[in-house]
């Protein structure tokens, strides 16, 4: 008789501690009902100093946000519901939390409003957000050549409170085929976030172009002759 190989143990359930706002700023740049399902959710890993990192893509613009105080005991990506998104939302000074294999929402009296009873956690290989992301020494004050404002547009509904500072930069390269438009806010209630919109390719005008089009001369009117 052969012996039972004995199943391997069930890894253990991710634990989660965030601010619901750190989440919903990457939540709104996730993808939704994308072929490539590991984008339909927000990713979140532990900061390399303090905390957590949470990040949120399209493929078009990602948003990454920093909660300081947050812990994650390993990377994971979430699969949030359109209820729990709207939570998030409601309550965004609150929490997001996994207890007891259970996702979900508390308010700022660490009361639940929310438990997610879809299932939470997507498998699969997240984007490396950090090829995308320029170093901070690469970027120059500037946005890229050509970006579609739509993208810029969902911003400030994304961070819920009006825009009381941005900073936008662009890779030190020629600013007609800058690759990357990095858009750094600073809300009123100190969240850290960051915001990176993809270009729109061949779009660029050319300098030169622009010039003749807006400094070419009017053509001068023949004269009436009787």
């Known amino acids: 008789m052969q012996p039972v190989t004995p199943a391997p143990p069930p890894s253990p359930m991710t634990t989660l501690s965030i601010s619901a706002r750190t989440v919903a700023l990457a939540a709104s740049m996730m993808a939704k009902n994308d072929i490539r399902y590991y984008i339909n959710g927000v990713y979140i890993e532990p900061h390399p100093v303090k905390g957590v990192v949470a990040v949120g893509t399209d493929g078009h ?10 812990s994650i005991d390993k990377p994971a990506i979430f699969s949030l519901s359109p209820r729990t998104v709207a939570m998030l939302k409601t309550n965004k000074t609150g929490k997001v939390r996994v207890v007891g294999g259970k996702l979900e929402v508390t308010n700022i009296a660490d009361v639940v409003q929310h438990i997610q009873p879809e299932p939470y956690e997507l498998t699969g290989k997240y984007p490396d957000w950090r090829k995308v992301l320029p170093a901070a020494d690469e ?3 500037g946005l890229a050549a050509c970006f579609n404002l739509d993208y810029l547009k969902a ?4 961070l819920f409170t009006g825009l009381p500072g941005v900073h936008c930069f662009r890779k030190k390269s020629d600013p007609q085929t800058a690759t990357t438009s990095v858009c750094v806010f600073e809300p009123a ?8 919109i993809m270009p729109m390719k061949d779009m660029a005008v050319p300098l030169e172009a622009f010039r003749d089009m ?3 001369k ?7 002759t009787a």
Do not use: R
């Open 61 to 70: 613009m990602l948003a990454i946000a920093h909660d300081p105080d947050g």
């Open 139 to 141: 970027l120059e004050f």
């Open 155 to 158: 911003i400030p509904s994304a």
């Open 189 to 196: 209630d100190g969240t850290k976030a960051v915001f990176v």
């Open 214 to 216: 807006t400094q070419a």
């Open 218 to 224: 009017q053509p001068v009117a023949e004269p009436i």
